[in-house]
Protein backbone atom coordinates (compact mmCIF):
# COMPACT_ATOMS: atom_id res chain seq x y z
CA UNK A 1 0.00 0.00 0.00
CA UNK A 2 1.86 3.34 -0.74
CA UNK A 3 2.72 5.51 1.51
CA UNK A 4 1.26 3.17 4.79
CA UNK A 5 2.47 0.95 6.34
CA UNK A 6 1.35 -2.72 6.27
CA UNK A 7 -2.19 -2.85 7.16
CA UNK A 8 -1.43 -5.92 10.58
CA UNK A 9 1.17 -3.10 12.04
CA UNK A 10 -0.76 -1.72 15.37
CA UNK A 11 -1.40 1.38 15.76
CA UNK A 12 0.57 3.95 17.98
CA UNK A 13 -0.33 3.51 21.31
CA UNK A 14 -3.11 5.75 22.50
CA UNK A 15 -2.69 8.50 24.84
CA UNK A 16 -2.81 8.20 28.54
CA UNK A 17 -5.47 9.43 30.38
CA UNK A 18 -5.70 13.29 30.56
CA UNK A 19 -4.00 14.90 33.85
CA UNK A 20 -5.61 16.29 36.68
CA UNK A 21 -6.37 19.67 37.17
CA UNK A 22 -4.21 21.33 39.49
CA UNK A 23 -6.51 22.21 42.82
CA UNK A 24 -4.47 25.82 42.42
CA UNK A 25 -6.07 26.29 39.13
CA UNK A 26 -9.30 26.00 40.58
CA UNK A 27 -8.50 29.27 42.08
CA UNK A 28 -7.33 31.87 39.41
CA UNK A 29 -7.21 34.66 42.08
CA UNK A 30 -3.76 33.19 42.67
CA UNK A 31 -2.83 34.00 39.44
CA UNK A 32 -3.24 37.22 39.01
CA UNK A 33 -2.87 38.32 43.24
CA UNK A 34 0.99 37.44 42.92
CA UNK A 35 2.10 39.97 40.84
CA UNK A 36 -0.74 42.78 41.78
CA UNK A 37 0.90 46.22 42.57
CA UNK A 38 -0.18 49.83 43.12
CA UNK A 39 -0.56 50.72 39.32
CA UNK A 40 -3.17 48.11 39.05
CA UNK A 41 -4.91 49.24 42.20
CA UNK A 42 -5.24 52.42 40.79
CA UNK A 43 -6.70 51.27 37.52
CA UNK A 44 -9.30 48.94 39.34
CA UNK A 45 -10.50 51.45 41.51
CA UNK A 46 -11.21 53.88 38.63
CA UNK A 47 -13.01 51.26 37.24
CA UNK A 48 -14.67 49.95 39.96
CA UNK A 49 -16.22 53.37 40.54
CA UNK A 50 -17.20 53.38 37.01
CA UNK A 51 -19.56 50.41 37.00
CA UNK A 52 -20.76 50.91 40.72
CA UNK A 53 -22.68 54.04 39.21
CA UNK A 54 -23.90 52.20 36.25
CA UNK A 55 -24.86 49.39 38.21
CA UNK A 56 -26.97 50.77 41.16
CA UNK A 57 -30.03 51.56 38.34
CA UNK A 58 -29.69 48.85 36.54
CA UNK A 59 -29.73 46.38 39.39
CA UNK A 60 -32.78 47.79 40.60
CA UNK A 61 -34.23 47.91 37.50
CA UNK A 62 -33.73 44.40 36.28
CA UNK A 63 -35.28 43.06 39.51
CA UNK A 64 -38.13 44.66 38.95
CA UNK A 65 -38.05 42.88 35.49
CA UNK A 66 -37.49 39.76 37.51
CA UNK A 67 -40.76 40.80 39.51
CA UNK A 68 -38.86 40.73 42.92
CA UNK A 69 -38.05 43.60 45.19
CA UNK A 70 -35.70 46.03 44.09
CA UNK A 71 -33.16 44.91 47.38
CA UNK A 72 -32.61 41.60 45.15
CA UNK A 73 -31.04 42.91 42.37
CA UNK A 74 -28.35 45.01 44.93
CA UNK A 75 -27.80 41.39 46.61
CA UNK A 76 -27.07 39.73 43.50
CA UNK A 77 -24.50 42.24 42.05
CA UNK A 78 -22.58 41.58 46.14
CA UNK A 79 -21.43 38.42 46.76
CA UNK A 80 -21.92 36.70 43.44
CA UNK A 81 -19.30 39.53 42.02
CA UNK A 82 -16.70 38.65 45.01
CA UNK A 83 -17.28 35.23 44.20
CA UNK A 84 -16.66 35.22 40.56
CA UNK A 85 -13.62 37.49 41.88
CA UNK A 86 -11.85 34.06 43.06
CA UNK A 87 -13.14 31.67 40.31
CA UNK A 88 -13.37 33.41 37.32
CA UNK A 89 -10.73 33.28 34.86
CA UNK A 90 -11.95 36.65 32.71
CA UNK A 91 -10.31 39.63 34.60
CA UNK A 92 -12.92 42.06 32.66
CA UNK A 93 -15.94 40.44 33.39
CA UNK A 94 -19.04 41.88 35.08
CA UNK A 95 -20.84 39.24 36.88
CA UNK A 96 -24.39 40.29 38.04
CA UNK A 97 -28.42 40.83 36.94
CA UNK A 98 -28.96 41.02 33.04
CA UNK A 99 -32.06 41.68 31.09
CA UNK A 100 -32.41 38.25 29.26
CA UNK A 101 -32.01 36.30 32.52
CA UNK A 102 -34.24 38.33 34.33
CA UNK A 103 -36.91 38.02 31.99
CA UNK A 104 -36.15 33.85 32.45
CA UNK A 105 -36.12 34.48 35.84
CA UNK A 106 -39.83 36.07 36.15
CA UNK A 107 -41.10 33.01 33.24
CA UNK A 108 -39.75 30.57 35.44
CA UNK A 109 -41.21 31.70 38.49
CA UNK A 110 -44.19 32.96 37.79
CA UNK A 111 -45.40 29.48 36.74
CA UNK A 112 -45.05 28.38 40.46
CA UNK A 113 -45.50 31.22 42.61
CA UNK A 114 -47.58 34.82 42.89
CA UNK A 115 -45.28 37.74 42.06
CA UNK A 116 -45.21 39.56 45.55
CA UNK A 117 -45.03 36.52 47.85
CA UNK A 118 -42.72 35.33 50.27
CA UNK A 119 -42.67 31.75 47.70
CA UNK A 120 -41.85 34.22 44.96
CA UNK A 121 -38.48 34.82 46.28
CA UNK A 122 -38.21 31.67 47.63
CA UNK A 123 -38.53 30.87 44.40
CA UNK A 124 -35.79 33.08 42.67
CA UNK A 125 -33.41 31.58 45.49
CA UNK A 126 -34.36 28.39 44.70
CA UNK A 127 -33.44 29.21 40.73
CA UNK A 128 -30.48 30.68 41.58
CA UNK A 129 -29.16 28.09 43.73
CA UNK A 130 -30.24 25.08 41.13
CA UNK A 131 -28.26 27.14 38.22
CA UNK A 132 -25.02 27.77 40.06
CA UNK A 133 -24.95 24.03 41.52
CA UNK A 134 -25.46 22.91 37.57
CA UNK A 135 -22.93 24.82 36.34
CA UNK A 136 -20.18 23.68 39.57
CA UNK A 137 -21.19 20.22 37.85
CA UNK A 138 -20.67 21.30 34.28
CA UNK A 139 -17.53 23.11 34.81
CA UNK A 140 -15.84 20.11 37.14
CA UNK A 141 -16.91 17.46 34.69
CA UNK A 142 -15.94 20.00 31.73
CA UNK A 143 -19.08 20.18 29.95
CA UNK A 144 -18.47 23.87 28.87
CA UNK A 145 -18.62 21.88 25.07
CA UNK A 146 -22.35 21.39 25.33
CA UNK A 147 -23.19 24.81 24.77
CA UNK A 148 -22.24 24.06 21.42
CA UNK A 149 -25.12 23.13 20.89
CA UNK A 150 -26.32 26.31 20.74
CA UNK A 151 -25.66 28.14 17.51
CA UNK A 152 -24.33 31.81 17.01
CA UNK A 153 -27.59 32.32 14.98
CA UNK A 154 -30.20 30.42 17.51
CA UNK A 155 -28.84 32.75 20.40
CA UNK A 156 -29.09 36.23 18.50
CA UNK A 157 -32.27 34.98 17.68
CA UNK A 158 -33.39 34.48 21.35
CA UNK A 159 -32.17 37.85 22.42
CA UNK A 160 -33.86 39.80 19.99
CA UNK A 161 -37.01 38.11 20.30
CA UNK A 162 -36.14 38.47 24.53
CA UNK A 163 -35.68 42.27 24.11
CA UNK A 164 -38.55 42.97 22.19
CA UNK A 165 -40.46 40.97 24.77
CA UNK A 166 -38.73 42.94 27.38
CA UNK A 167 -39.67 46.47 26.75
CA UNK A 168 -42.73 45.53 25.67
CA UNK A 169 -43.44 44.42 29.24
CA UNK A 170 -42.13 48.01 30.56
CA UNK A 171 -43.81 49.87 28.61
CA UNK A 172 -47.05 49.58 30.95
CA UNK A 173 -44.44 50.80 34.17
CA UNK A 174 -43.91 53.50 31.51
CA UNK A 175 -47.41 54.68 30.87
CA UNK A 176 -48.89 53.73 34.35
CA UNK A 177 -51.10 51.07 33.90
CA UNK A 178 -51.24 47.36 34.74
CA UNK A 179 -50.06 45.03 32.05
CA UNK A 180 -49.20 41.50 31.85
CA UNK A 181 -49.05 38.30 30.24
CA UNK A 182 -45.75 36.23 29.15
CA UNK A 183 -45.73 36.40 25.27
CA UNK A 184 -46.07 39.33 22.73
CA UNK A 185 -49.93 39.02 21.63
CA UNK A 186 -50.16 38.89 25.58
CA UNK A 187 -48.50 41.72 26.41
CA UNK A 188 -49.87 43.86 23.22
CA UNK A 189 -53.85 43.12 24.29
CA UNK A 190 -53.01 44.13 27.85
CA UNK A 191 -51.24 46.79 26.93
CA UNK A 192 -54.57 48.00 24.69
CA UNK A 193 -56.92 47.56 27.31
CA UNK A 194 -55.61 49.56 29.75
CA UNK A 195 -55.15 52.79 27.59
CA UNK A 196 -58.05 54.36 29.17
CA UNK A 197 -56.45 54.09 32.35
CA UNK A 198 -53.26 56.19 31.61
CA UNK A 199 -51.47 58.07 34.06
CA UNK A 200 -50.71 60.98 32.96
CA UNK A 201 -47.75 61.82 35.21
CA UNK A 202 -46.59 58.75 34.92
CA UNK A 203 -46.16 58.72 31.27
CA UNK A 204 -44.24 62.15 31.49
CA UNK A 205 -42.05 60.80 33.90
CA UNK A 206 -42.02 57.66 31.70
CA UNK A 207 -41.52 58.97 28.34
CA UNK A 208 -39.24 61.61 29.12
CA UNK A 209 -36.86 59.22 30.83
CA UNK A 210 -36.84 57.33 28.22
CA UNK A 211 -35.94 59.99 25.56
CA UNK A 212 -33.43 61.70 27.79
CA UNK A 213 -31.74 58.12 27.98
CA UNK A 214 -32.06 57.40 24.46
CA UNK A 215 -30.40 60.96 23.57
CA UNK A 216 -27.70 60.27 26.49
CA UNK A 217 -26.73 57.20 24.43
CA UNK A 218 -26.42 58.61 21.15
CA UNK A 219 -26.07 63.06 21.51
CA UNK A 220 -24.42 63.19 25.21
CA UNK A 221 -20.44 62.19 24.51
CA UNK A 222 -20.05 64.11 21.34
CA UNK A 223 -22.05 67.32 22.96
CA UNK A 224 -19.35 66.80 26.01
CA UNK A 225 -16.26 66.56 23.14
CA UNK A 226 -17.54 69.32 21.48
CA UNK A 227 -17.63 71.23 24.47
CA UNK A 228 -13.74 70.13 24.87
CA UNK A 229 -14.26 67.37 27.45
CA UNK A 230 -11.67 64.69 27.36
CA UNK A 231 -12.56 61.54 25.74
CA UNK A 232 -12.48 59.21 29.14
CA UNK A 233 -14.13 61.62 30.91
CA UNK A 234 -17.16 62.32 28.18
CA UNK A 235 -17.18 58.04 28.15
CA UNK A 236 -18.01 58.33 31.94
CA UNK A 237 -20.24 60.89 31.82
CA UNK A 238 -22.01 59.15 29.16
CA UNK A 239 -22.34 56.00 31.33
CA UNK A 240 -23.60 57.77 34.17
CA UNK A 241 -26.43 58.75 32.20
CA UNK A 242 -28.88 56.46 34.21
CA UNK A 243 -27.83 57.79 37.48
CA UNK A 244 -28.59 61.33 36.36
CA UNK A 245 -32.25 60.34 35.22
CA UNK A 246 -32.89 58.12 38.51
CA UNK A 247 -31.61 61.46 40.35
CA UNK A 248 -33.81 64.15 38.79
CA UNK A 249 -36.62 61.96 38.43
CA UNK A 250 -36.63 61.21 42.35
CA UNK A 251 -36.07 64.75 43.45
CA UNK A 252 -39.14 65.72 40.91
CA UNK A 253 -41.51 63.16 42.63
CA UNK A 254 -40.51 63.83 46.46
CA UNK A 255 -40.61 67.83 45.91
CA UNK A 256 -43.67 67.62 44.28
CA UNK A 257 -45.34 65.12 45.74
CA UNK A 258 -46.10 63.03 42.40
CA UNK A 259 -46.53 59.97 44.66
CA UNK A 260 -49.92 61.46 45.60
CA UNK A 261 -51.37 61.38 42.46
CA UNK A 262 -50.81 57.99 41.53
CA UNK A 263 -47.15 57.92 40.38
CA UNK A 264 -45.56 54.44 41.61
CA UNK A 265 -42.41 55.03 43.87
CA UNK A 266 -39.82 51.98 44.95
CA UNK A 267 -40.68 52.89 48.77
CA UNK A 268 -39.00 51.49 51.33
CA UNK A 269 -35.98 49.10 50.64
CA UNK A 270 -34.26 47.44 53.16
CA UNK A 271 -31.05 49.04 54.83
CA UNK A 272 -28.24 46.89 55.24
CA UNK A 273 -25.72 44.23 53.87
CA UNK A 274 -27.41 41.18 52.22
CA UNK A 275 -28.82 38.82 54.57
CA UNK A 276 -28.19 34.48 54.84
CA UNK A 277 -30.77 33.00 53.43
CA UNK A 278 -31.29 29.88 52.33
CA UNK A 279 -33.10 28.09 49.76
CA UNK A 280 -36.16 26.48 50.49
CA UNK A 281 -35.11 22.57 50.05
CA UNK A 282 -38.51 21.49 48.28
CA UNK A 283 -38.28 18.40 46.42
CA UNK A 284 -41.57 19.75 44.12
CA UNK A 285 -40.12 23.22 43.76
CA UNK A 286 -36.74 21.71 42.43
CA UNK A 287 -38.76 19.56 39.96
CA UNK A 288 -41.22 22.57 38.29
CA UNK A 289 -37.48 24.62 38.51
CA UNK A 290 -35.35 22.22 37.20
CA UNK A 291 -34.99 22.38 33.50
CA UNK A 292 -35.63 26.14 33.72
CA UNK A 293 -32.32 26.51 35.62
CA UNK A 294 -31.01 24.34 32.82
CA UNK A 295 -32.00 26.84 30.28
CA UNK A 296 -30.86 29.56 32.25
CA UNK A 297 -27.26 28.19 32.85
CA UNK A 298 -26.99 27.55 29.37
CA UNK A 299 -27.88 30.62 28.06
CA UNK A 300 -26.45 32.73 30.49
CA UNK A 301 -22.90 31.08 29.76
CA UNK A 302 -22.90 31.22 26.42
CA UNK A 303 -23.61 34.85 26.79
CA UNK A 304 -21.04 35.53 29.81
CA UNK A 305 -18.33 33.30 28.21
CA UNK A 306 -18.74 35.10 24.62
CA UNK A 307 -18.22 38.52 26.24
CA UNK A 308 -15.34 37.41 28.50
CA UNK A 309 -13.83 35.71 24.90
CA UNK A 310 -14.09 38.67 23.06
CA UNK A 311 -12.60 41.17 25.70
CA UNK A 312 -9.88 39.09 26.64
CA UNK A 313 -8.74 38.50 23.25
CA UNK A 314 -8.02 42.49 22.98
CA UNK A 315 -5.88 42.07 25.72
CA UNK A 316 -4.25 38.70 24.25
CA UNK A 317 -5.28 37.33 27.36
CA UNK A 318 -7.39 33.68 27.82
CA UNK A 319 -9.82 32.39 29.53
CA UNK A 320 -10.82 28.84 30.80
CA UNK A 321 -14.66 28.35 29.57
CA UNK A 322 -14.64 25.09 31.78
CA UNK A 323 -13.22 26.75 34.85
CA UNK A 324 -15.87 30.41 33.68
CA UNK A 325 -18.70 27.30 34.37
CA UNK A 326 -17.51 27.09 38.12
CA UNK A 327 -16.99 31.09 38.48
CA UNK A 328 -20.64 31.64 36.94
CA UNK A 329 -21.89 28.53 39.09
CA UNK A 330 -20.19 30.19 42.19
CA UNK A 331 -21.75 33.19 41.64
CA UNK A 332 -25.23 32.15 41.24
CA UNK A 333 -24.97 30.06 44.75
CA UNK A 334 -23.99 33.19 46.10
CA UNK A 335 -26.84 34.76 45.15
CA UNK A 336 -28.94 31.96 46.84
CA UNK A 337 -27.56 32.10 49.90
CA UNK A 338 -27.43 35.90 49.80
CA UNK A 339 -31.22 36.87 48.63
CA UNK A 340 -30.54 37.55 45.45
CA UNK A 341 -31.35 36.15 42.10
CA UNK A 342 -29.71 34.32 39.31
CA UNK A 343 -26.80 36.11 37.52
CA UNK A 344 -24.42 36.23 34.55
CA UNK A 345 -21.59 37.96 33.20
CA UNK A 346 -22.92 41.32 31.22
CA UNK A 347 -22.50 42.54 28.22
CA UNK A 348 -22.76 46.07 28.91
CA UNK A 349 -21.31 46.51 32.26
CA UNK A 350 -18.51 44.20 30.98
CA UNK A 351 -17.59 46.39 28.01
CA UNK A 352 -17.72 49.54 30.51
CA UNK A 353 -15.27 47.65 33.15
CA UNK A 354 -12.84 46.84 29.93
CA UNK A 355 -13.43 50.60 28.39
CA UNK A 356 -12.52 51.82 32.39
CA UNK A 357 -9.36 49.91 32.31
CA UNK A 358 -10.02 47.18 34.83
CA UNK A 359 -7.15 44.53 34.98
CA UNK A 360 -7.64 41.98 37.15
CA UNK A 361 -11.11 40.76 38.62
CA UNK A 362 -10.40 43.05 41.71
CA UNK A 363 -12.34 45.72 39.90
CA UNK A 364 -15.46 43.22 40.21
CA UNK A 365 -14.58 42.94 44.02
CA UNK A 366 -14.28 46.64 44.42
CA UNK A 367 -17.20 47.06 42.99
CA UNK A 368 -18.88 44.57 45.13
CA UNK A 369 -17.90 46.87 47.90
CA UNK A 370 -19.26 50.02 46.42
CA UNK A 371 -22.40 48.25 46.03
CA UNK A 372 -22.50 47.13 49.76
CA UNK A 373 -21.68 50.80 50.49
CA UNK A 374 -24.94 51.60 48.48
CA UNK A 375 -26.91 49.38 50.13
CA UNK A 376 -26.25 49.97 53.38
CA UNK A 377 -26.33 54.12 53.35
CA UNK A 378 -27.76 55.17 50.05
CA UNK A 379 -31.49 53.06 50.09
CA UNK A 380 -33.32 55.22 51.95
CA UNK A 381 -32.95 57.91 49.23
CA UNK A 382 -34.20 56.09 46.39
CA UNK A 383 -38.10 55.93 48.38
CA UNK A 384 -39.50 58.33 45.45
CA UNK A 385 -37.69 56.66 42.50
CA UNK A 386 -40.28 56.43 40.04
CA UNK A 387 -40.81 52.36 38.88
CA UNK A 388 -41.70 54.58 35.23
CA UNK A 389 -37.40 55.70 35.59
CA UNK A 390 -36.22 52.33 36.09
CA UNK A 391 -38.87 50.89 33.31
CA UNK A 392 -36.84 53.20 30.70
CA UNK A 393 -33.72 52.35 32.27
CA UNK A 394 -34.86 48.71 30.85
CA UNK A 395 -36.14 49.62 27.88
CA UNK A 396 -33.13 51.60 26.73
CA UNK A 397 -30.54 48.84 27.52
CA UNK A 398 -32.49 46.24 25.98
CA UNK A 399 -33.82 47.80 22.75
CA UNK A 400 -29.59 47.77 22.03
CA UNK A 401 -29.80 44.02 22.07
CA UNK A 402 -32.56 43.76 19.33
CA UNK A 403 -31.10 42.99 16.17
CA UNK A 404 -33.50 41.86 13.53
CA UNK A 405 -30.99 42.40 10.61
CA UNK A 406 -30.09 38.84 11.77
CA UNK A 407 -32.95 37.81 9.21
CA UNK A 408 -31.75 39.14 6.02
CA UNK A 409 -28.21 38.28 7.22
CA UNK A 410 -29.34 34.69 7.40
CA UNK A 411 -31.42 34.53 4.68
CA UNK A 412 -28.69 35.96 2.39
CA UNK A 413 -26.22 33.59 3.61
CA UNK A 414 -28.49 30.23 4.81
CA UNK A 415 -31.86 29.16 4.39
CA UNK A 416 -31.24 27.07 6.95
CA UNK A 417 -29.80 29.17 9.75
CA UNK A 418 -32.75 31.40 8.46
CA UNK A 419 -35.54 29.18 9.44
CA UNK A 420 -33.59 28.44 13.17
CA UNK A 421 -33.64 32.25 13.60
CA UNK A 422 -36.85 33.19 12.59
CA UNK A 423 -38.45 30.13 14.53
CA UNK A 424 -36.88 31.33 17.82
CA UNK A 425 -37.80 34.83 17.27
CA UNK A 426 -41.44 33.62 16.36
CA UNK A 427 -41.91 31.21 19.21
CA UNK A 428 -40.30 33.08 21.92
CA UNK A 429 -42.55 36.13 21.28
CA UNK A 430 -45.72 34.04 20.24
CA UNK A 431 -45.39 30.79 23.10
CA UNK A 432 -42.53 32.18 25.82
CA UNK A 433 -38.61 32.41 26.12
CA UNK A 434 -38.47 28.68 27.82
CA UNK A 435 -40.04 27.18 24.35
CA UNK A 436 -37.93 30.10 22.01
CA UNK A 437 -35.14 28.45 23.01
CA UNK A 438 -35.63 24.92 23.43
CA UNK A 439 -37.30 25.25 19.76
CA UNK A 440 -34.04 26.80 18.26
CA UNK A 441 -31.83 24.53 19.95
CA UNK A 442 -33.99 21.36 18.84
CA UNK A 443 -34.44 22.85 14.91
CA UNK A 444 -30.43 23.77 14.93
CA UNK A 445 -29.93 20.34 15.64
CA UNK A 446 -32.32 18.67 13.31
CA UNK A 447 -31.46 21.06 10.41
CA UNK A 448 -27.50 19.80 11.04
CA UNK A 449 -28.54 16.66 11.05
CA UNK A 450 -30.29 16.80 8.02
CA UNK A 451 -27.16 18.73 6.18
CA UNK A 452 -24.66 16.56 7.62
CA UNK A 453 -26.56 13.42 6.39
CA UNK A 454 -26.30 14.76 2.34
CA UNK A 455 -22.76 15.23 2.58
CA UNK A 456 -21.20 16.99 -0.22
CA UNK A 457 -19.70 14.60 -2.58
CA UNK A 458 -17.45 16.09 -5.54
CA UNK A 459 -16.22 14.12 -8.65
CA UNK A 460 -12.57 15.42 -9.01
CA UNK A 461 -9.74 15.35 -12.04
CA UNK A 462 -5.81 16.27 -12.27
CA UNK A 463 -5.66 20.27 -12.52
CA UNK A 464 -2.60 20.09 -16.01
CA UNK A 465 0.35 21.03 -14.91
CA UNK A 466 -0.21 20.56 -11.11
CA UNK A 467 -1.20 17.61 -8.90
CA UNK A 468 -4.11 19.02 -7.52
CA UNK A 469 -7.65 18.11 -8.50
CA UNK A 470 -10.70 19.88 -8.13
CA UNK A 471 -14.53 19.51 -8.77
CA UNK A 472 -14.79 18.88 -12.77
CA UNK A 473 -18.22 21.11 -12.22
CA UNK A 474 -16.36 23.75 -11.70
CA UNK A 475 -12.81 23.45 -12.97
CA UNK A 476 -11.19 22.50 -16.28
CA UNK A 477 -9.39 19.35 -15.16
CA UNK A 478 -8.37 16.47 -16.48
CA UNK A 479 -10.72 13.14 -16.57
CA UNK A 480 -9.69 9.26 -17.58
CA UNK A 481 -13.07 8.01 -18.41
CA UNK A 482 -12.21 4.23 -16.60
CA UNK A 483 -11.63 6.05 -13.07
CA UNK A 484 -13.61 7.71 -10.75
CA UNK A 485 -12.41 9.77 -8.27
CA UNK A 486 -14.52 10.79 -5.11
CA UNK A 487 -13.84 13.65 -2.61
CA UNK A 488 -16.12 13.02 -0.12
CA UNK A 489 -16.54 16.78 2.05
CA UNK A 490 -17.65 15.28 5.66
CA UNK A 491 -17.00 12.60 8.48
CA UNK A 492 -19.07 9.67 7.58
CA UNK A 493 -21.51 8.44 10.20
CA UNK A 494 -24.74 6.84 10.45
CA UNK A 495 -26.76 9.13 9.18
CA UNK A 496 -25.13 9.80 6.09
CA UNK A 497 -23.48 6.35 5.00
CA UNK A 498 -26.34 5.11 3.10
CA UNK A 499 -26.49 8.33 1.35
CA UNK A 500 -23.07 7.43 -0.30
CA UNK A 501 -23.69 4.08 -0.90
CA UNK A 502 -26.34 5.42 -3.01
CA UNK A 503 -24.13 8.08 -4.60
CA UNK A 504 -21.28 5.75 -5.55
CA UNK A 505 -24.07 2.88 -7.15
CA UNK A 506 -26.28 6.10 -8.94
CA UNK A 507 -22.53 6.68 -10.24
CA UNK A 508 -21.03 3.45 -11.34
CA UNK A 509 -23.63 1.63 -12.18
CA UNK A 510 -24.21 3.74 -15.81
CA UNK A 511 -21.00 3.52 -16.60
CA UNK A 512 -19.40 0.36 -17.86
CA UNK A 513 -16.25 2.18 -18.60
CA UNK A 514 -15.37 2.80 -14.73
CA UNK A 515 -12.25 0.57 -13.95
CA UNK A 516 -11.47 1.78 -10.97
CA UNK A 517 -13.18 4.19 -7.88
CA UNK A 518 -11.18 5.81 -5.59
CA UNK A 519 -13.08 7.81 -2.93
CA UNK A 520 -10.46 10.60 -1.41
CA UNK A 521 -10.85 10.76 1.98
CA UNK A 522 -9.03 14.66 2.18
CA UNK A 523 -12.12 15.50 4.50
CA UNK A 524 -12.92 12.70 6.66
CA UNK A 525 -11.90 12.76 10.42
CA UNK A 526 -14.09 10.07 11.52
CA UNK A 527 -15.98 7.12 10.10
CA UNK A 528 -18.18 5.10 12.58
CA UNK A 529 -19.20 1.25 12.78
CA UNK A 530 -22.54 2.60 10.37
CA UNK A 531 -20.12 3.85 7.71
CA UNK A 532 -17.55 1.12 8.36
CA UNK A 533 -20.35 -1.33 6.90
CA UNK A 534 -21.68 0.85 4.14
CA UNK A 535 -17.78 1.19 2.81
CA UNK A 536 -17.66 -2.46 2.92
CA UNK A 537 -20.99 -2.90 1.06
CA UNK A 538 -19.63 -0.17 -1.67
CA UNK A 539 -16.59 -2.20 -1.78
CA UNK A 540 -18.64 -5.70 -2.08
CA UNK A 541 -21.23 -4.49 -4.97
CA UNK A 542 -18.00 -2.54 -7.25
CA UNK A 543 -16.36 -6.23 -6.70
CA UNK A 544 -19.22 -7.84 -8.59
CA UNK A 545 -19.18 -5.30 -10.55
CA UNK A 546 -15.26 -5.49 -12.00
CA UNK A 547 -14.41 -2.45 -10.29
CA UNK A 548 -12.16 -1.68 -7.65
CA UNK A 549 -12.13 0.82 -4.71
CA UNK A 550 -9.34 2.58 -3.48
CA UNK A 551 -8.67 5.03 -0.91
CA UNK A 552 -7.11 8.29 -0.87
CA UNK A 553 -5.57 10.98 1.00
CA UNK A 554 -6.60 9.21 4.58
CA UNK A 555 -5.85 10.87 7.60
CA UNK A 556 -3.80 8.98 10.40
CA UNK A 557 -6.41 8.83 13.47
CA UNK A 558 -9.03 7.30 10.55
CA UNK A 559 -6.25 4.99 9.70
CA UNK A 560 -5.50 4.05 12.79
CA UNK A 561 -9.09 3.08 13.76
CA UNK A 562 -9.53 1.07 9.99
CA UNK A 563 -6.15 -0.75 11.26
CA UNK A 564 -8.38 -2.32 14.39
CA UNK A 565 -10.85 -4.18 11.52
CA UNK A 566 -10.12 -6.45 8.52
CA UNK A 567 -11.55 -3.91 6.19
CA UNK A 568 -8.40 -2.89 4.61
CA UNK A 569 -7.38 -6.88 3.97
CA UNK A 570 -10.35 -7.30 2.43
CA UNK A 571 -10.32 -3.89 0.49
CA UNK A 572 -10.17 -4.90 -3.26
CA UNK A 573 -8.03 -2.02 -4.12
CA UNK A 574 -4.97 -0.19 -2.47
CA UNK A 575 -4.41 2.68 -0.09
CA UNK A 576 -2.42 5.72 -1.45
CA UNK A 577 -0.93 8.30 0.27
CA UNK A 578 -1.96 11.33 -2.13
CA UNK A 579 -4.22 11.53 -4.50
CA UNK A 580 -1.64 12.42 -7.25
CA UNK A 581 -0.02 8.76 -6.49
CA UNK A 582 -3.75 6.85 -6.91
CA UNK A 583 -3.73 9.02 -10.23
CA UNK A 584 -0.19 8.09 -11.64
CA UNK A 585 -1.16 4.36 -10.36
CA UNK A 586 -4.15 4.13 -12.18
CA UNK A 587 -4.41 6.42 -15.39
CA UNK A 588 -4.92 4.43 -17.94
CA UNK A 589 -3.00 6.73 -20.44
CA UNK A 590 -5.89 7.00 -22.71
CA UNK A 591 -6.65 10.52 -24.09
CA UNK A 592 -7.94 12.84 -21.57
CA UNK A 593 -11.62 14.87 -21.32
CA UNK A 594 -11.89 18.12 -20.26
CA UNK A 595 -14.58 19.38 -17.81
CA UNK A 596 -16.43 16.48 -18.39
CA UNK A 597 -20.10 17.36 -16.87
CA UNK A 598 -21.88 14.67 -15.44
CA UNK A 599 -25.51 15.06 -14.24
CA UNK A 600 -27.88 12.62 -12.17
Given at each position: ??G??????????K???????P?????P????????DR?T???D?L?A?????M??P???A?????G???E???????????L?A????S?AL??GPV??V??M???A??????QG???Y??AAL?L?????A????M??L??G??????S???????????GIL?????LG????????G?T????????VR?????N?V??C????????L????R????????????A???DI????????A????T??????????????I??????????LT?PP???DL??????P??L???I??V??V?V???LA?KRR?????????I?L???NL??A???G??????F?R???N???G?A????????A????????????L???LP?AT??A?I???V?S?V??????????Y??A???A??A??????GV?V???V??????S??????KS??P??A????V????HF??????D????PA?V????DE????A?????E??V???V??????K?V????S??????????????A????L????V????S??KGP?M??????????????R?F??Q???????H??A???R?????G
Amino acid sequence: MNGWPNPTTPPPPKNGPLPVKPFRAYFPILSWARSYDRRTLSDDLLAAVIVTIMLIPQSLAYALLAGLPPEAGLYASIAPIILYAVFGTSRALAVGPVAVVSLMTAAAIGTVAEQGSMGYAAAALTLAGLSGAILVVMGVLKLGFLANFLSHPVIAGFITASGILIATSQLGHVLGIGAGGHTLPQMIASLVRGLPQVNPVTACIGVAATAFLFWVRRGLRPLLRRMGLGARAADIATKAGPVLAVVVSTLAVRWLGLDQMGVRIVGTVPQGLPPLTLPPPSADLIGMLLVPAVLISVIGFVESVSVAQTLAAKRRQRIDPDQELIGLGAANLGAAFTGGMPVTGGFARSVVNFDAGAATAAAGAFTAVGLAVAAVALTPLIYHLPIATLAATIIVAVLSLVDLAILRRAWAYSRADFIAVAATIVVTLGVGVEAGVSAGVILSIVLHLYKSSRPHVAEVGLVPGTQHFRNILRHDVLTDPALVTLRIDESLYFANARFLEDYVADRVTPDCEVKHVVLMCSAISDIDLSALESLEAIAHRLATMGVTLHLSEVKGPVMDRLKTCDFLQQLTGRVFLSQYDAWTALHTGAEPARRVIRTG
